[in-house]
């Protein structure tokens, strides 16, 4: 009778569980925007493969010339992108618009670059997430009207967040929306208070959750590949050291009387910000203001990071590769990264744009490994009984963030894809540049807002007290400063002098 119980209990789980339904979720919006880019390839596709054959064999030929012409390669290069873009179609990358910029008049930013209105656009996210989510709403057993009379609002506070990060003055400082959507929700909530009706769309973990399953599509094993064992090196030998470090420093140092808020604030800063908080924060069942101080900690500090990191590099004439890989293991956004990235170098040099940003992704496939050893550490020593005891295998699994599987199971689908040839690499390429990256933007600022709107500053105050989490996070972070520079140095100027030259063609 009890093996039955737990058995429909398991079963009822992935109907049930949020986690599940990330997966689900993620899963469904990858399959839809995959399989329709499939089935819109063109009809003369071998022709256009042939074409793309044919430019890629005279940019290996005039890579081989003597003397190189760095011009002609740059001319076949840039059309054989078009070639293999060409490929492919996303037939659904037209109903899903982001918000534009603008400079003194916020209504340019509801148009594109051809004067295109992007309303659209921003009614067709809108309704595509409203109506996933509520499908996933309703699998939870929780009212889809509701939800769904509360998103709009949700939403529209999240437009406002990409319209003020899209203003000219704010953009050029690299002010991103997550700041913005947080500021947002919290002066609602701490001013006239979250209305209740609201409340059935605040909905932080699952629209991050959903958004990590669609960044695990993202994460390419060709990138690992492209910088091979030097970018391992950075990404995956000093986070674990940094992250271990830094929970034994607020352990034993600090003395910080919640483990749960000392290893979310450690993952935070050393793996990538607030996607490792909310996997790790499930693993160890951080409490919700455990998670919103996390998060406002790495916002401050990514803002701090990204402006000052680039000018530190320029002042140092640091070289680009070097910048690129110090910056991608440290700064804990992506976006952020490669906003950062993009400042360093001279004009029209991406070398340190395109090394950081791979470091990065090469750095986020760790967030699935550091939840799940959080789950076996959390189970077997922080919570084992008083009498030595520890808590059966089981709940490892039950505690193991379980959208992290979607994560990888999407990565490993559209790696190899990607991997099959021209024709798959350019479908992922569609279907990642015209959907999930503006889908995953979506949800994390929605994320944003529903951190803002469940937060109240003065339930986050005993968290501050005696200064030990801002003491925990400039300590974990210099740490990483320093590890990640020397390993860098190590690997890229040293060991692999020439790693990144793939990466500059």
């Not at 109903?95 to 340019?108: A, I, Q, R, T």
């Not at 309704?127 to 009212?143: D, K, N």
């Not at 749960?260 to 935070?268: E, Q």
Request: with cysteine.
């Amino acid at each position: 009778m009890v093996e039955e119980e737990v058995t429909v209990r398991r079963r009822s789980d992935f109907f049930s569980s949020e986690d599940w339904w990330a997966v689900w979720l993620g899963g469904a919006i990858l399959l839809l925007v995959g399989g329709s880019t499939w089935l819109s390839r063109p009809a003369d596709q071998n022709d256009r493969l042939a074409h793309y054959t044919e430019l890629t064999r005279q940019w290996d030929e005039a890579h081989q010339a003597t003397p190189v012409d760095n011009a002609a390669i740059a001319a076949i290069q840039k059309e054989r992108e078009q070639a293999r873009a060409s490929l492919a179609t996303n037939p659904v990358k037209p109903w899903l618009g982001k918000v534009g910029s603008w400079s003194d008049n916020p209504l340019k930013a509801l148009t594109d670059k051809k004067g295109n209105s992007v309303l659209p656009g921003l009614l067709g996210v809108m309704v595509f997430c409203g109506l996933f989510f509520a499908v996933g709403v309703a699998g939870m057993g929780e009212s889809a009207i509701r939800f769904l009379v509360a998103f709009v609002p949700v939403f529209l506070l999240a437009v406002c967040a990409f319209l003020l990060a899209g203003q000219s003055v704010v953009k050029h400082y690299n002010l991103e929306y997550a700041l913005w959507a947080i500021l947002i929700g919290l002066i609602i909530s701490n001013t006239l208070g979250t209305p209740r009706f609201l409340m059935p769309a605040v909905r932080t973990e699952f629209y991050i959750k959903t958004g990590l399953v669609l960044l695990g599509a993202e994460i390419l094993f060709s990138r690992l590949l492209s910088l091979g064992i030097p970018g391992i090196c950075v990404s995956w030998i000093v986070t674990p050291v940094v992250l271990i470090t830094t929970f034994i420093f607020g352990q034993k140092i600090l003395k910080m009387s919640s483990p749960s808020l000392n290893m979310v604030i450690s993952a935070d800063m050393s793996v990538c910000g607030v996607s490792a908080a909310i996997a790790t924060g499930a693993a160890c069942r951080a409490k919700r203001e455990e998670l919103s101080l996390a998060i406002a900690l790495s916002l401050g500090f990514t803002v701090i990071m990204m402006v000052l990191m680039p000018k530190f590099i320029q002042a140092v004439d640091m070289d680009p590769v070097l910048a690129g890989a110090w910056l991608g293991g440290t700064i804990d956004s992506t976006g952020a990264v490669a906003a950062a990235g993009g400042m360093v170098g001279e004009a029209g040099d991406d070398t340190a744009l395109i090394v950081a940003t791979t470091v990065k992704m090469i750095q986020n496939i760790l967030i699935g490994v550091v939840a799940f050893g959080v789950s076996i550490y959390w189970v077997g020593w922080v919570e084992k009984s008083p009498n030595g005891e520890r808590v059966g295998i089981g709940e490892i699994w039950r505690r193991f963030p379980k959208f992290m599987l979607g994560f990888l199971a999407a990565s490993l689908a559209f790696s190899t894809l990607s991997a099959s040839g021209p024709i798959g690499e350019a479908t992922v390429n569609a279907v990642l540049d015209g959907t999930t990256g503006t889908l995953r933007g979506w949800l994390f600022c929605l994320a944003f807002v529903s951190i803002g709107l469940e937060t109240n500053i003065r339930e986050l105050a005993p968290y501050f007290k005696g200064g030990k989490p801002m003491t925990l996070y400039v300590v974990g972070q210099s740490l990483n400063l320093i590890l990640s520079l020397f390993m860098s140095w190590l690997m890229f100027m040293k060991v692999f002098p020439n790693a990144a030259d793939a990466l500059r063609l």
